[in-house]
C-alpha cells in the first residue's frame, strides 16, 4: 500500500481552519504583541532605543568645547560643581562624571565640574599694626601666616609694621604669605661687620656696643686665616636690641694629615 505523503499546505490546514473560524485570535495575538511593544518602549526607553557609547575625555578642555564634544559623541551635558583651582584656567574642565573611557548610554547625562580661576583676595592695610595683629589680618582676609618676617631699624616702636609685600590693595593669589617689614625699635642697633677680624677684635668691638657673644664655633673650610672670624649671625647691618647676643665662626683650618710611616 502506497503511503500518503503530506504537503506543507495541508499539514497547516488545520490551523488556518481555526483562524478562519475564530478570526478574534488572531486579531488578540496582534493586539497583544503592539501593546507589549509601546509599553517596553515607554518603560524602557534607554534599553531599546540607545546604544552605547565611550565617554570621551573632555578634562582640560573649556566648558563650551567639552559640552560640544559630548553632545557630538551623543550625550547630554550638566554642569556640576564650579571650585577654585591655582593653575587650572577659568571655566576649564576640572573632572567628569561618568569617568572618561567607561560605556555609558547615549543619551545620558554628563556631570562636568569647572575651575573658576585661582583665587585671589586684596592685601589688608597693615602699615602701623602690631605683628600679631597683622598676622591676624591676613589670616582673616584669607592669606597664610607671614613666613618671611624683615626686621628694620626705625623712630617707630619695636613690632609696628613698616611694610608689606605685596602691598595694601593689591590682589594676590591665595593661599600664599604676605611678606612683612617691622620695626626693630628705636633703641635697637646695627650689628657691624666682623666677618675678616681677628677674633679678639670682634669680641672688643662688640663689647664697645653693648653687645654679647656665646663661645664661638670652628670653621675648618674657611678661606679666612686662623683666629679671624669667618661668618657671623645675625648678620652684618642686622638690627639687634642692646645687650642681644651675636654668634661668631672663627676659622681653624684643620691639622694637616700625619706624613706617612716610614718604610
Not at 553632545?71 to 572618561?100: C, D, M, R, Y
Not at 602691598?167 to 612683612?180: E, K, N, W, Y
Request: charged fraction near 15%; glycine fraction near 10%.
Amino acid at each position: 500500500m502506497t503511503p500518503t505523503v503530506r504537503t506543507g499546505r495541508s499539514r497547516f490546514s488545520w490551523l488556518r481552519s481555526l483562524l478562519e473560524r475564530f478570526p478574534f485570535i488572531s486579531t488578540a495575538t496582534i493586539g497583544f504583541t503592539v501593546g507589549f511593544c509601546a509599553i517596553a518602549l515607554w518603560l524602557l526607553p534607554g534599553t531599546l532605543l540607545k546604544g552605547e557609547s565611550t565617554v570621551p575625555n573632555v578634562v582640560g578642555l573649556l566648558y563650551a568645547d567639552a559640552a560640544a564634544r559630548l553632545s557630538a559623541a551623543g550625550f547630554a551635558v550638566k554642569q556640576g560643581e564650579s571650585l577654585n583651582h591655582p593653575t587650572a584656567p577659568k571655566s576649564s574642565v576640572l573632572g567628569q562624571i561618568p569617568a572618561p573611557g567607561v560605556k555609558a548610554a547615549k543619551g545620558n547625562e554628563i556631570t562636568l565640574d569647572v575651575s573658576l580661576g585661582a583665587k585671589k583676595g586684596t592685601v589688608p592695610d597693615l602699615v602701623g599694626l602690631a605683628r600679631e595683629e597683622a598676622v591676624n589680618a591676613l589670616q582673616a582676609a584669607g592669606f597664610d601666616a607671614p613666613t618671611d618676617v624683615v626686621e628694620r631699624l626705625d623712630a617707630r616702636p619695636r613690632g609696628e609694621v613698616l611694610a608689606s609685600t605685596p602691598r595694601a590693595g593689591t590682589l594676590a593669589l591665595q593661599p600664599s604669605s604676605v611678606r612683612l617689614t617691622i620695626s626693630a625699635g628705636p633703641n635697637a642697633i646695627g650689628v657691624p661687620s666682623l666677618i675678616g677680624l681677628p677674633i679678639e677684635d670682634a669680641l672688643a668691638l662688640l663689647g664697645q656696643l653693648g653687645l654679647t657673644t656665646g663661645p664661638a664655633r670652628t670653621d675648618a673650610t674657611s678661606t679666612q686665616p686662623e683666629g679671624f672670624v669667618s661668618a657671623q649671625r645675625p648678620g652684618a647691618n642686622s638690627p639687634i636690641a642692646p645687650g642681644g647676643a651675636v654668634t661668631l665662626t672663627v676659622s681653624r683650618p684643620a691639622a694637616p694629615p700625619d706624613s706617612a710611616a716610614p718604610r
